[in-house]
């Protein structure tokens, strides 16, 4: 066990060393030497009045910001006794089912390029080049045959994986399954119960005010709204990234929303940023990969037949080719319990030295992947600054909801979790359900996976994300899970099959999410 003074110290001198090699280190070096010529800068007094002007030309809420960002998105050291995968994934368990699953996928990716016949990246022809630089902005118009590509896999086949995980050592025999958990994950991993959940978000109590509720006893509706947005406004002057993540869990007026979310992921757009994005989108142009298909493909089965986010096409080709480029992706492998795919230079098989990540980010998109972006569209206009809201939101959160872990924010323990809750507050839906084979996880997996976009109408998803990131969490989406099952009771107790419970619940997107959040939570006995 690791003590809290040795953990604060490896903490410290990792987000030391992270920041180093950051352009806000080079800039702030650059103010200080640029301090060094004001008459207020004193010889003997040196190092404070240093440290005063960047306090007071805010460079020093800016440092605190990416402190801040840093912690939420790295998490706690381990032991330092402790072998570096256990960063990634503590069970080991948990590491091989991931490891056996990237197998799986990669030879799903491997035979469909040999049965085309298509190379995995290839040297776009000037003309080509020319071309996609020219449609750039319009490719949602171009057509390709993509008939012969299939994703490389939907959520209906990652939920399979998951429902044969097991703990070897919890294989004896002698129990039917851990603690008579009825539902299709059989792990044994803690998840939280009600009472815990109303702990962890007691912001959305019935007696506090939010965005997303129409009438509250409390407090009217209008008056809340004015004045949740005169404090929104004055957290977006004081550039706090924390002040901002607790202010969100109330949720955000419309109009602060994208402000407020690029703070909250210390996201600026500098110059250097663009130039970044710019880069992207050269190698996209130069070079055609196999994943482009995929991508395309994916936006065209997904995307383009939504009411909400067909008009947004341009973008998601946009942001999800050069996000398939970002090398700097990479970064989150080593917390996450995945390991981006190798690929050799033709006739070097097997020789490290010329193995190569692919795609080059490590990601191979599935079936809804575009779905992560879509929403994000509606916020921001300005493709960089998509790109960028979206690349931090992908490594902070949605890599999660598509890889094998134990963490809490893990698709896994949010199937348990949702699982659990209803298993413990709705017993006769969850057994009567399970009776006619439509066993509950089976209809929402697809909800949680994509975190409910596409379900949800635009406004409600909005609202839902706010919480995520003021929350830094994912578990609320296994608490709206069960809630709409909560919501649906009755009419779910009448079905008498998996087809009749889907019909059910096809439809979310007249749902209110967070009276359904706060009913739940809040108005059930435990």
Known sequence: MLDPDSGISLTIARIVQRLKGSSLHSQLERQARVSLH????????????IKDFLKTSGWEKK????????????????????????????????????????KRILKSLNSMCTELGIPLAQKRP??????????????????????????????????????????????????PSFRNHLGLIQVPLKVKDIPELKEDF?????????????????????????????????????????????????GCPTALRADLWALILNISNQPEDILYYEQLKSNVIQHDLLVDSLIYKDVKLTASNDDYYF??????????LCFSRDTSVLEHFTYSSATPPKSYIRGKLGMEEYAVFYPPNGVIPFHGFSMYVAPLCFLYHEPSKLYQIFREMYVRFFFRLHSISSHPSGIVSLCLLFE?????????????????????????????????????ATDQLLLLWDRILGYNS?????????????????????????AAAEAVLADLSTLKVMPLLQIFLFATVT
């Open 420 to 456: 659990t809750l209803l298993q413990t507050h709705l017993p006769q839906l969850f057994y009567h359900l399970r009776e006619i084979g439509a066993q509950p996880l089976r209809i929402s997996f697809k909800w949680m996976v994509r975190a409910f976009s596409g379900y949800l």
């Open 202 to 250: 007691t912001e959305l109590g019935l007696n506090i005010g939010q965005l997303g509720i129409d009438d509250s006893a409390q407090v009217p509706p209008e008056f809340f709204e004015n004045e949740h947005v005169r404090v929104g406004q004055k957290v977006l002057a004081e550039q706090d990234s924390a002040a901002a993540q607790q202010y969100v869990r109330q």
């Open 474 to 498: 994912l578990e609320i989406l296994a608490v709206l899970a069960a809630a709409v099952f909560a919501f649906r009771a009755v009419n779910l107790m009448e079905v008498t099959s998996l």
């Open 63 to 102: 440092l605190q910001n990416a402190v801040y960002s840093q912690l939420n998105v790295f998490p706690s050291p381990c032991h330092p006794a402790a072998p570096p995968e256990h960063m990634k994934e503590p069970l080991a368990y948990m590491r091989k089912a991931q490891g056996s699953w990237e």
């Open 38 to 49: 004001k008459p207020e800068i004193k010889l003997e007094s040196l190092k404070e009045d």
């Open 126 to 175: 000037a003309s080509e080049q020319k071309e996609l630089l020219n449609k750039w902005n319009e490719m949602g118009t171009d057509e390709p045959d993509l008939s012969l590509f299939r994703p490389v896999y939907a959520p209906k086949d990652f939920l399979e994986v998951l429902m044969n995980l097991r703990n070897p050592n919890y294989e004896n025999g002698d129990q």
């Open 311 to 320: 008009v947004f096409e341009d973008y998601l080709y946009q942001v999800l």
